[in-house]
């Protein structure tokens, strides 16, 4: 029960920060999370699946208000993808980009604990 109200807190963090700084809070938001949790196991994971998960809430709103469906299409055809694959592709992004800035936030959090 912790762990999914973790995610989704850290869920909520992730969109709103996305919403008003953009992709690159991400990565903040996944170092800050990682630093303040680097003695649970897990919290890398959790941070990725976090950031998928408001990036999809994000784009779902975004899906309500406009024509994500076309421009999927039209991105799609651009890269040669099928357009749910520019959708997987883009909520695969953030949680790549929250794992890999975690695993970096906390081993450095470690390597500052050891000196």
Same mark, same amino acid.
């Given at each position: 029960?912790?762990?999914?109200?973790?995610?989704?807190?850290?869920?909520?963090?992730?969109a709103?920060?996305?919403?008003?700084?953009?992709?690159?809070?991400?990565?903040?938001?996944?170092?800050?999370?990682?630093?303040?949790?680097?003695?649970?196991?897990?919290?890398?994971?959790?941070?990725?699946? &976090?950031?998928?998960?408001?990036?999809?809430? =994000? /784009? #779902? *709103?975004? !899906? @309500?208000?406009?024509?994500?469906?076309?421009? %999927?299409?039209?991105?799609?055809?651009v890269?040669?993808l099928?357009?749910i694959a520019?959708? &997987?592709?883009?909520?695969?992004?953030?949680? =790549? /980009? #929250? *794992?890999? !800035? @975690?695993?970096?936030?906390?081993?450095?959090? %470690?390597?500052?604990?050891?000196?």
């Amino acid at each position: 029960m912790m762990q999914l109200s973790r995610l989704i807190l850290l869920a909520t963090a992730f969109a709103i920060a996305t919403f008003v700084v953009g992709w690159w809070a991400v990565p903040i938001v996944a170092a800050v999370y990682a630093a303040i949790s680097s003695a649970q196991r897990g919290s890398a994971i959790l941070s990725g699946f &976090a950031a998928m998960l408001g990036w999809a809430a =994000l /784009l #779902a *709103i975004t !899906a @309500a208000r406009g024509p994500v469906g076309t421009l %999927a299409a039209e991105l799609g055809g651009v890269l040669n993808l099928k357009p749910i694959a520019v959708i &997987a592709v883009t909520i695969a992004f953030p949680g =790549l /980009l #929250a *794992i890999s !800035a @975690a695993v970096v936030a906390r081993a450095l959090t %470690a390597r500052g604990n050891q000196v």
